[in-house]
């Protein structure tokens, strides 16, 4: 599949964990980042390699992988981390870099 | 800190042209790979180009190749993103971002990005 799948939207209580998934063909191959992006401000990068965080993100952000199904977990959600969120990795090819459609969500 | 800062973008007409720049500072330029990410209004995002730190492997995504050229300057650590017979599905902000090929490929810095408005 040339696609990434994510769910449309997701709401979490506050302080509670809540996991996006990103699923497609390519998952297997390649590995996946992540970014977090808060309206009108720029994406933000919060994990890479598909489990691996850069520095200055909160280490309740954790990534990971099972069966072909990428994971970004949250836990112990804050109010700052609603925002939508959007998966990225190769094409089956290797050569397109593919985002996916986001997933927005809501800390209640 | 990694600065990244878009310019030159505004409203096209259709079958108009673009260029975009994109002035970086505090890291190695010449040693990074950069991205242009572009996002339409309520969209995802989408990388529609990237070169290397010496300009020889570029990258292109379909719906843009042969209308889009990325090009770098490494003495004024600068890179660029020109565009030919826009349409208005080229309407979006467009993000210059630094490529980390650490762990595959992500885009771990990131400009405000610029808007580019394509009129029919």
């Known amino acids: 599949s040339a696609e990434l799948t994510q769910e449309s939207s997701l709401s979490v209580a506050l302080g509670q964990t809540v996991s996006i998934t990103c699923q497609g063909g390519s998952l297997r191959d390649y590995f996946t980042s992540w970014y977090q992006q808060r309206p009108g401000q720029a994406p933000v990068l919060v994990i890479y390699g598909t489990k691996r965080r850069p520095s200055g993100i909160p280490d309740r952000f954790s990534g990971s992988s099972v069966g072909g199904i990428v994971s970004l977990t949250i836990s112990a959600a804050q109010v700052e981390d609603e925002a939508e969120y959007f998966c990225s990795s190769r094409d089956k090819s290797g050569n397109s870099v593919l985002f996916g459609g986001g997933t927005k969500l809501t800390v209640l | 800190q990694v600065q990244l800062e878009e310019s030159g973008g505004g409203l096209v007409k259709a079958g108009g042209s673009l260029r975009l720049a994109c002035a970086a500072s505090?890291?190695?330029?010449?040693?990074?790979?950069m991205a242009w990410v572009r996002q339409a209004a309520g969209k995802g995002l989408e990388c529609i180009s990237y070169i290397s730190g010496n300009g020889e492997v570029v990258y292109y995504r379909d719906s843009v190749k042969g209308r889009f050229s990325i090009s770098r300057d490494n003495t004024n650590d600068s890179v660029f993103l020109e565009g030919n017979d826009l349409s208005v599905e080229d309407t979006a902000i467009y993000y210059c971002?630094?490529?980390?090929?650490?762990?595959?490929?992500?885009?771990?810095?990131w400009g405000q990005g610029i808007v580019v408005n394509v009129s029919s």
């Open positions: 505090g890291f190695v330029f010449r040693e990074s790979y």
């Open positions: 971002a630094t490529v980390r090929w650490e762990g595959g490929v992500s885009f771990d810095s």
